[in-house]
C-alpha cells in the first residue's frame, strides 16, 4: 500500500504547482480589467492549508481552528477569540451572549434601548431586532461617517443598555467618548470590527476595547476564509455564553473529540433534569450551531500571517485615491480619520459637495461602466430599507447627514489587490468624466 505521508506530500507539491499555473499574475488591460473593490488575495500557502485540512478530514473545529483563533488572539492581545460561520453571526452571537440570564440584571432584555447607527451594514443591527430590542438610531457625522458623540450622548435614556456600533469601513468611532459614556451608564459595548480588522487607536487595535468585538471574514474583508467570523472579549464568562450560543446553547464546553473537561460531566443538577443528567447534552440557552469548519479555518490561519501587509496596502491605496479625488475639491469631500486613530481602510469613501454639478450616481454609473467598481455605503439609510420600515425602532433627534450619505456618497475599494496600472487608469476615467462639467 502507498505510503500516505509520501503521497501528501506529493498532492502538497501538485497544489504549488496547481496555484502556480491557475492563479498566475494576468496583465492588466484598461477599460477590459475590472478595477473591483474588494477581492480574495492570497498564495499557494492558503490552498496547501485548505488541501491539508481536506486531507486531515476532521472537518469541524480542529488543529487549524485552534491556530488561527490564537494567532487572532495574539494579533489583537485578546484573551479569547471564538471562531464561527460569518460576520453577522459574530454579531448574533456577541448580542445573544448579552440576552443570557446568566448575566442576571445585567442582561438585555425585550423593550431596552440600544445605540445604534442607520448608515451602515444591517448586520450590526438585525440582532438587535432579532431580540426585541430597540435600536436607536443616531446621525452620523461627514466625512468620519462614525457615530455623532454629542447626538449619541443626548440619546441616553433610562432604557440604554447598550451601544453596538461598527467602525465605518475602517475609521474608529471615538471610541474613549464611547467608553466613556458606558461606564457612566453602566452600558454594554460592542464593537462591530468587521471592517477595521488591522485598524488601530490610540495606538491600540480596535475591536479590543469593549465588551466584545466581532470580525468577518467575508471575501470583501481584510482577510478571508470565504465565509467566517470571529468573536473577541476579555472576559471568560461572555466567552463561556458566546460559545454556548454558538454550539447549539449547550452549557458544555469540551472541545470536538473531547469529554468530561469541567469534570463533574455526570455529577450535576440542571434546570428540571435528573440529578447527573450527562452535561454533554444540557442546554442553556436557545442556541444554533454557527461553528466554522476547519478547512475555513486552514485558510484563515494562513491569511492572518499577511495581515499587517495587507493593512499597509491599505494605507497606501487610501493615499492614492486621495491624490487622485483631491485635484477636484469643488465637487469631493474626501474621508478624515478619526481623532487618534490610524485606520486599516476598508475602502474610500467619497461625499458629493452640495451643488456638485454631477449626481452621486452620474458618476459611479460612469465608473462602472468604465469597470471600476464602485459601492453605496451600504444600506444608506436603514430606516429605509423595505426590511426595516415599521420595525420596533426610534430615530435619536434626526438623520440629516445619513439621509445626505444615502443621496450622495460612495465607496472605492482600497484591497491589496489594486495596483497602480490600475490606479494610473482610475485617475485618467474620473478626468474624463470631470471634464464633461
Ligand atoms: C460592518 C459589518 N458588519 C457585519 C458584516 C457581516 O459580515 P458577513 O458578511 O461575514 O456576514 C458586514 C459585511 O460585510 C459589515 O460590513
Known amino acids: ?18 496555484h502556480q499555473a491557475r492563479f498566475a499574475k494576468k496583465e492588466f488591460i484598461p477599460g477590459k480589467t475590472r478595477v473591483n473593490y474588494a477581492g480574495r488575495v492570497f498564495d499557494e500557502e492558503e490552498i496547501c492549508n485548505a488541501v491539508e485540512a481536506s486531507l486531515d478530514f476532521w472537518l469541524t473545529e480542529g ?65 438587535i431586532l432579532q431580540y426585541g ?40 468611532f471615538n471610541i474613549d467618548a464611547v467608553m466613556q459614556l458606558a461606564e457612566e451608564h453602566n452600558l454594554w459595548v ?23 468585538s466581532t470580525i ?34 449547550r452549557d458544555c464546553y469540551c472541545a470536538g473529540g473531547e469529554n468530561n473537561t469541567c469534570g463533574k460531566r455526570f455529577s450535576q443538577q440542571f434546570g428540571q433534569l435528573p440529578f447527573g443528567f450527562d452535561h454533554k447534552y444540557v442546554y ?18 494562513a491569511q492572518v500571517d499577511k495581515l499587517p501587509g495587507f493593512c499597509d496596502r491599505r494605507k497606501e491605496n487610501f493615499q492614492n485615491w486621495t491624490k487622485i479625488f483631491a485635484k477636484y475639491p469643488d465637487y469631493f469631500i474626501l474621508p478624515e480619520a478619526s481623532e487618534n486613530s490610524d485606520p486599516a481602510w476598508f475602502a474610500f469613501i467619497v461625499t458629493l459637495k452640495d451643488g456638485t454639478p454631477f449626481t452621486r450616481d452620474e458618476l459611479t454609473g460612469w465608473l ?5 467598481e464602485t459601492r453605496n455605503l451600504f444600506a444608506g439609510n436603514m ?36 495596483t497602480s496600472e490600475m490606479f494610473d487608469y482610475a485617475e485618467e476615467m474620473l478626468e474624463e468624466f470631470i471634464k464633461q462639467y
Open 133 to 172: 430590542l430597540i435600536p436607536v438610531f443616531v446621525d452620523v457625522d461627514i466625512p468620519t461617517y462614525n457615530i455623532d458623540v454629542e447626538m449619541m450622548r443626548n440619546a441616553i435614556t433610562p432604557k440604554t443598555r447598550c451601544i453596538f456600533l461598527a467602525h465605518t469601513l475602517g475609521n474608529p
Open 368 to 372: 462602472n461602466k468604465k469597470l471600476i
Open 216 to 249: 468577518s471574514f467575508y471575501p470583501a474583508h481584510h482577510i478571508t476564509t470565504g465565509e467566517g467570523g470571529a468573536i473577541c472579549t476579555n472576559d471568560s464568562q461572555l466567552a463561556l455564553l458566546v460559545r454556548a450560543f454558538r454550539d447549539w446553547g
Open 63 to 127: 488543529r487549524f481552528s485552534e491556530e488561527f483563533s490564537e494567532k487572532i488572539a495574539e494579533f489583537l492581545e485578546v484573551d479569547h477569540v471564538l471562531l464561527t460561520n460569518s460576520g453577522s453571526s459574530a454579531n448574533l452571537l456577541a448580542f445573544s451572549a448579552l440576552t443570557s440570564e446568566k448575566l442576571g440584571d445585567k442582561r438585555l432584555k425585550p423593550g431596552d434601548e440600544v445605540i445604534a447607527v442607520a448608515a451602515g451594514f444591517p448586520a450590526t443591527v438585525t440582532p
Open 383 to 418: 430606516t429605509k430599507q423595505p426590511g426595516f420600515v415599521g420595525k420596533n425602532w426610534r430615530i435619536a433627534d434626526h438623520l440629516n447627514d445619513t439621509d445626505y450619505i444615502m443621496n450622495n456618497t460612495f465607496f472605492l475599494g482600497t484591497y491589496p489587490g489594486l
Open 284 to 301: 442553556s440557552e436557545i442556541g444554533y450551531n454557527l461553528k466554522m469548519t476547519d478547512i475555513q479555518a486552514a485558510i484563515g490561519a
Open 1 to 18: 500500500m502507498a505510503d500516505f505521508k509520501q503521497l501528501r506530500k506529493e498532492i502538497i507539491a501538485k497544489t504549488i504547482e496547481y
Open 190 to 212: 460592542i464593537e462591530d470590527n468587521c471592517d477595521a480588522f488591522g485598524s488601530e487607536y490610540k495606538g491600540k487595535k480596535t475591536g479590543t476595547y469593549a465588551h466584545l
